[in-house]
């Protein structure tokens, strides 16, 4: 075997702490090194042709590089050396950056370790062998889960690029957190106003397929061939037969459940219909509050209904939709101020959410665009805002911030002087972080147009006194304690990962973090990709942001799925399972560790069992090989032999050591 080694330098990145020349030199002395070299960027368009052209004149028949990370350029390394020739898979890579160079300042023994890790990887590589990918045809149709601003745009964005799309929402209506809001920042114009007509597209356009008020229940396949079990859950009226005219909710006569919409300030009836704009407009029964089913009385509804749509026996449906990718939009819950006791929150009417002010502000909410005490009912004069509530705070297990907190905050001390000109607004922070285009302008305008106090400091207690609520804590930059008397207070709540986005993840097979926030496969390179492949990732769900940037990934999203839908057919990866059928003793465990699914038993002629991988199932994860106890199954590419070649090649080296 002929193999060649490349050792970069990557700039100082490696260099500065590792011999590059002498893991080189190093180099030319292990079994079958043919060639070896050092260049300052082996990545570089003059390093891949150095690699290229050394495999031509040389006749290679396998090249190792040692430089940085495999997930940053084990791809752009392979396209190289199969563009000079040879099979993609007759490469391996040694990372001395990671692994070496920006571990240790020890510049000997870096070297040593990075000497070390090229022996591994050139042992290894002389157990390597050809593989081939195999083709098979997609499904040219997207999933998308969630329907807020994220998950609108990203399914206008396919449908307009000529895929079918099937957009799921757990909530009776499309449009998310954007449609509770009353204005956006730093323009101050109108939240629905501009999410408005992207939702009646949505509901109109013929490419896309909405399921509202339904949630996935499974996801198994692989991309370009994915299939989704969905439930669509009962609302208990017909929504082919619903108009939306509302005669229901007038009648209704359970009038005391608390509106989810507008976040618990008020109520409504138990067959509501979410907001005047939702899509789609259609009523729905709340079965855990509605007469009918809990006291088995009533009945209301369904006599008024004059498109006799009310339905009191309709049941769950469950429907089986068969797509080439997925994009997960889920967005973001807010933090329980409950749990921070020393504001207030849920023991005092006067503190209140910033969702819960934002509903007060609008025109469309329970007060119609007027700002209440929700205690008396009177119109509030010192306004108090507290910010990063939930964010920021190791105590609550929310050390992250937020991202918007501040924004939003600025945006309602603004609104509150519009709609009460002779109110004062104050604001307890923290830092303020004001980072997109035209935010820290828009804070400015808040201190210096609208007179908003900003004191820095924690707020240590809010209690009652004499009708209003004193608001105890610390300015920072006077160093003094300050104590602010308010009509009302607003919790400036931080973003958390929204319900069930664990349970979401182990259906979708991808990663989410300790917080419930959905990882992505390269927070650099592959910000919308996840480790499933076909799974991709848009808005809030990944971490807390704005609308801005949610809008951003949810196009960037839709742009990756049209791109890998846009092909006839897709490789499979051949580094996946294989079964030695002699060696199998069906014992099944393999099928059953594998979290893809992609191992089934198949029986013989003579009724035994053995395992057989669905190759373009598999992911490549290796459980099935360390779990199988006869050793049938081996890794293509992770083989015994080349781990063990590794192995040796480093045991080798310690005995050499140990001796000397």
């Known amino acids: 075997m002929r193999i060649g080694v490349m050792v970069c330098h990557c700039g100082n990145n490696i260099a500065a702490t590792v011999d590059c020349e002498a893991v080189a030199k190093a180099a030319r002395e292990f079994p079958d090194v043919v060639f070896s070299t050092d260049h300052m960027y082996a990545c570089s368009d003059p390093g891949q042709g150095t690699i290229e052209k050394t495999i031509r004149e040389l006749k290679l028949d396998g090249v190792v590089v040692a430089s940085c990370s495999p997930r940053m350029h084990e791809v752009t390394f392979r396209r190289a050396v199969e563009r000079a020739g040879l099979n993609r898979y007759m490469f391996e890579m040694a990372n001395i950056r990671e692994h070496v160079a920006w571990i240790s300042l020890d510049r000997k023994r870096n070297t040593e370790k990075a000497i070390d890790l090229v022996r591994m990887a050139v042992e290894k590589l002389r157990y390597d062998r050809p593989l081939t990918a195999k083709s098979f045809e997609v499904h040219k149709r997207v999933l998308i889960i969630g329907a807020g601003v994220a998950g609108i745009q990203a399914a206008l964005d396919c449908a307009e690029g000529g895929l079918d799309v099937i957009l799921v929402e757990r909530k009776a209506s499309i449009g998310g957190v ?63 037969k619903c108009t939306g005219c509302g005669a229901c909710l007038e009648k209704c006569p359970s009038r005391k459940v608390p509106d989810s919409h507008n976040e618990g300030i008020s109520t409504t009836t138990a067959i509501t219909i979410p907001f005047p704009q939702a899509i789609p407009k259609r009523a729905a029964i709340d079965p855990a509050v509605c007469l009918r089913f809990t006291k088995g009385k009533c009945g209301v509804c369904q006599t008024i209904c004059p498109a006799d749509a009310v339905d009191y026996d309709m049941r769950d449906e469950v429907l089986t939709e068969k797509v080439g990718a997925v994009i997960t939009a889920t967005g973001l819950d807010l933090f329980d101020h409950k749990k921070c006791g020393e504001y207030g929150g849920g023991r005092y009417p006067d503190v209140i959410t910033s969702l819960q002010y934002e509903r ?90 609208y007179d908003v106090q900003y004191i820095r400091g924690r707020v240590a207690q809010v209690y009652p006194d004499g009708g209003q609520l004193v608001v105890r804590g610390a300015d920072t930059l006077l160093g003094a304690q300050v104590e602010i008397k308010a009509d009302l207070v607003v919790l400036a709540v931080g973003a958390e990962s929204a319900r069930g986005a664990p349970e979401l993840a182990e259906k979708l097979r991808i990663s989410c973090d300790a917080y419930g926030f959905f990882l992505e496969s390269h927070p650099k390179l592959r910000p919308v990709e996840t480790n499933t492949v076909g799974v991709f990732l848009a808005g809030a769900c990944q971490a807390p942001k704005d609308i801005p940037a949610s809008v951003a990934q949810a196009s960037a999203a839709a742009g990756k799925v049209l791109a890998l839908l846009s092909k006839d057919t897709l490789e499979s990866d051949p580094q996946i399972a294989q079964v030695q059928a002699i060696r199998c003793i069906g014992c099944g465990k393999c099928e059953r560790t594998c979290p893809f699914g992609a191992i089934r038993m198949r029986e013989l002629r003579d009724g035994s069992k053995r395992a057989e991988v669905v190759e373009t199932v598999c992911q490549g994860c290796g459980i099935c090989s360390v779990t199988c106890p006869v050793r049938a199954i081996q890794l293509a590419h992770f083989t015994d032999s080349q781990l063990l070649a590794e192995v040796n090649a480093l045991c080798r080296t310690w005995d050499e050591s140990t001796e000397s």
């Open 178 to 240: 954007m449609s509770k809001l009353d204005k956006t920042f730093p323009t101050v114009d109108c939240s629905v106003c501009v999410l408005g007509p992207k939702m009646v597209d949505v509901g109109q356009h013929p490419r896309i397929t909405l399921h509202a008020l339904s949630e996935v229940e499974e996801l198994s396949g692989y991309v370009g061939n994915f299939e989704a079990t969905i439930r669509k859950k009962s609302p208990f009226v017909d929504w082919a």
């Open 360 to 449: 007060m502000l609008s025109a469309s909410g329970p007060t119609a665009g007027h700002i209440k005490r929700p205690s008396d009912g009177r119109e509030p004069k010192t306004v108090v805002f507290i910010s990063c509530v939930g964010s920021r705070d190791r105590s609550v297990d929310r050390p992250y911030c937020s991202n918007f907190c501040c924004m939003y905050t600025a945006k309602q001390a603004i609104l509150t002087r519009d709609h009460i000109p002779d109110s004062q607004a104050y604001v307890f922070y923290m830092d303020i972080r004001a980072t997109g285009k035209g935010y820290e302008e828009f804070v400015r305008r808040a201190q210096e147009e």
